[in-house]
């Protein structure tokens, strides 16, 4: 009966540098769970008060008295003010104007905001829910004011409506930075969300554009991207030009290595380029076919000889 209340999860994220995508737990610690091997990576990025990413879940019209249990897990790069935690969003199923948000207090004691692993159970009785909505009237609760859901749910308005979205959320807070946080488990009732993407689905970060100019002495290793930590950089495409009469080969690799040479199997982008005769060129890699670094290598630009700050790059890529 749970199966049929809830759908297939997607990912979405608001903010000026939030984002969310799908991850491959492929390395410890993030190969320890998730029954599909996928994790639903949030990053809630700078906070100014509206912050976020979350992954949402349809719910088929389910009352709130149906709604009886909930348990999550999540990986944390680093401790933070808030946690992941829930929202229940509502609505009169008669009316669609009538609609609210029971949302769980990010920061509340119990739900778990600590670098690593955390789960949370949720708790029916515990004083952690607020909501805000549109067309509450005939409620006895107060829009702002935390109550238990056990009160949501003896609510004479919102007892009558039904859930239409479930939804983890990360972000909210004020200020500060809210680095990855990794959704690997989530049961709702007797069923198991499974985590994974579908076609076209964001897999990894969003799409990152960095512009970087060699320094004298060119010809030494210089690093063009640094990834977040335990994450790899796939490239998509690889421009660059020379405003140097002297021609000099352009190298991007992956890896600190002191040239392409060094690391044959981490090779990205070579090209022969001066002004007389080439001064500019640029490759863009179709999906299925990108390059893709180990974690936490980084992509290093160099060129064979000293043209000083006459080497241009810029690199399009993502991180997963």
């Known amino acids: 009966m749970d199966k049929l209340f809830f759908g297939k999860p997607t990912l979405r994220a608001y903010g000026a540098d939030a984002w969310a995508g799908w991850r491959k737990g492929e390395t410890s610690p993030l190969d320890q769970k998730s029954s599909t091997g996928w994790l639903a990576d949030l990053y809630g990025g700078t906070q100014s008060g509206d912050d976020w990413a979350r992954v949402n879940i349809p719910v088929f019209e389910m009352r709130l008295q149906e709604f009886y249990y909930a348990h999550w897990s999540y990986y944390m790069t680093n401790t933070e003010t808030m946690g992941v935690g829930m929202v229940i969003w509502m609505h009169d199923p008669a009316d669609f104007d009538k609609r609210a948000e029971i949302t769980q207090l990010g920061g509340v004691s119990g739900l778990a905001k600590s670098s690593g692993w955390n789960s949370h159970i949720l708790s029916f009785s515990t004083t952690q829910f607020f909501f805000y909505g549109e067309n509450t009237t005939g409620t006895t609760l107060t829009a702002g004011t935390t109550y238990t859901l056990d009160q949501f749910k003896a609510d004479p308005l919102f007892s009558r409506w039904t859930v239409y979205r479930i939804t983890l959320e990360y972000g909210w807070e004020a200020s500060g930075t809210f680095e990855d946080a990794y959704i690997a488990d989530i049961k709702l009732n007797d069923t198991m969300i499974q985590l994974k993407p579908s076609v076209g689905d964001n897999i990894g970060s969003e799409v990152k554009t960095i512009y970087k100019a060699t320094a004298t002495d060119s010809s030494t290793v210089a690093t063009a991207i640094t990834p977040t930590t335990g994450k790899k950089v ?32 981490k090779a990205i982008f070579l090209a022969n380029l001066d002004t007389d005769v080439r001064p500019y060129e640029g490759m863009c890699w179709p999906a299925g076919c990108q390059p893709v670094g180990a974690v936490d290598d980084v992509v290093s630009v160099r060129t064979s000889v000293n043209i000083t700050s006459n080497g241009l790059f810029v690199i399009t890529y993502k991180e997963e």
Request: hydrophobic share 40%; charged share 5%.
């Open 234 to 265: 796939r490239i998509i495409s690889v421009q660059a030009c020379s405003s140097s009469a002297t021609a000099a080969n352009i190298e991007v690799y992956f890896g600190t290595g002191a040239n392409i040479t060094t690391t044959v199997t």
